[in-house]
């Protein structure tokens, strides 16, 4: 499975689609939920919640194309990120949190970017690197006029960058601004 860990609580994606709770004192489970239909490849805390305790958000992203936000103090999903072009291509597939934890970002099979806003749900926008422009970002990758799939967004501490890469390692960058 995938791992984060937030005090004593351990959580963990798995090829079920359930992400589960651990007590890392005891090692026992204390709650599950089954945030997606498919494989999760990617959990991470909101990087709000590891500064401050009155957030309890985790996102997990997994085969089924959608990005789950979790409640990990009640243990249920509070929302689901989906939108028909986005789809995640491969296993180990990684999305990120903005710094301030109002964004995620989520690399897609097509190529782009997809960036939702975690207060109301709503896809922001999407960046392709061959020009083309959902949203008010410009610039993944292209090879020979077909997209290339990405594995792996994320999002500089400064919070105005984004950085993508393909299965390949190769590396693009995207600036915003604040």
């Known amino acids: 499975g ?30 599950e939920v089954t945030a997606h239909s498919r494989q999760v490849t990617c959990i991470k ?3 709000v919640a590891v500064a401050d305790a009155q957030t309890s958000e985790l996102m997990s992203v997994a ?8 409640d990990f103090r009640n243990y249920h999903v509070t929302r689901r990120l989906k939108e ?14 903005s710094p301030d934890g109002k964004y995620v970002c989520s690399p897609s099979g097509d190529g ?14 999407v960046l392709y690197n061959n020009g083309s422009i959902s949203g008010s970002f410009a610039s993944s990758l292209v090879d020979g006029g077909k997209s290339v799939p990405l594995s ?27």
């Open 2 to 31: 995938i791992n984060a860990e937030y005090g004593s609580v351990i959580c963990s994606g798995h090829y079920d689609g359930v992400v589960r709770f651990w007590d890392s004192k005891t090692g026992e489970s204390i709650g």
């Open 45 to 47: 805390l909101c990087p």
């Open 63 to 70: 085969r089924d194309n959608v990005v789950s936000l979790i």
């Open 84 to 97: 028909d072009k986005h789809t995640i291509a491969f296993n180990w597939s990684k999305a990120d949190w």
């Open 112 to 125: 782009g970017i997809f960036v939702w806003s975690t207060l109301s749900g709503k896809l922001e926008k």
């Open 152 to 178: 792996c967004v994320a999002w500089n501490p400064n919070g105005v960058q984004i950085a993508a890469s393909d299965k390949s390692g190769c590396l693009t960058f995207w600036e915003g601004s604040k």
